[in-house]
């Protein structure tokens, strides 16, 4: 029996969210040409929309990790799946991500960016699931608190499906 996606948060209001967000970054970044680095696959369309909002100069660049296969638990093992290919040193940074749940992917790519010598680097996120925390992790800039549920559309996926979805939505088990 398939699976029918249920709506969570509606279109609308990730749009409204997603200006709010840029309304932020503009005003912390004009003047200072900030890297915006979306951890693929699930970022770009939110990364895409911010970017148009945003409106000051900036650049993007983005990089795959990933850590979690087909489950719909993270496997708490990250991978880089392609090199970040812009250049981090002296550069303000944003790393842009769809859902934030234990924290480790975000963590460990704050190190990297640090490591390669990065000015600044800030969190932002459409999504976290707070609760499910491993790593302590500060989100600059958020979208949405979401419950423990299995999440997709606005581009977060569950095994490559259901990222065409213009809401957010769960799944039930």
Not at 56 to 83: D, N, P
Request: proline fraction near 3%; glycine fraction near 8%.
């Amino acid at each position: 029996m398939p699976v029918k996606p249920k709506i969570l948060i509606k279109q609308e209001d990730i749009y409204d969210a997603v200006e709010r967000i840029a309304g932020e970054i503009r005003r912390d970044y004009r003047g200072k040409n900030p890297l915006l680095i979306g951890i693929l696959k699930g970022s770009f369309i939110f990364m895409a929309d911010l970017v148009r909002r945003i409106n000051i100069k900036l650049e993007v660049g983005f990089i795959r990790l990933y850590s979690y296969g087909s489950g719909t638990e993270s496997s708490g093992s990250i991978k880089v799946k392609t090199k970040l290919a812009d250049k981090v040193r002296g550069r303000h940074v944003i790393i842009v991500e769809d859902i934030i749940d234990s924290g480790l992917t975000v963590n460990f790519l704050t190190e990297f960016l640090k490591k390669k010598g990065a000015r600044t680097v800030r969190l932002c996120a459409l999504t976290e699931k707070r609760h499910r925390r491993k790593i302590d992790v500060d989100i600059d800039y958020l979208g949405f608190e979401v419950p423990d549920k299995f999440i997709v559309g606005y581009g977060i996926d569950w095994d490559e499906k259901y990222r065409y979805l213009p809401n957010i939505c769960y799944i039930e088990d």
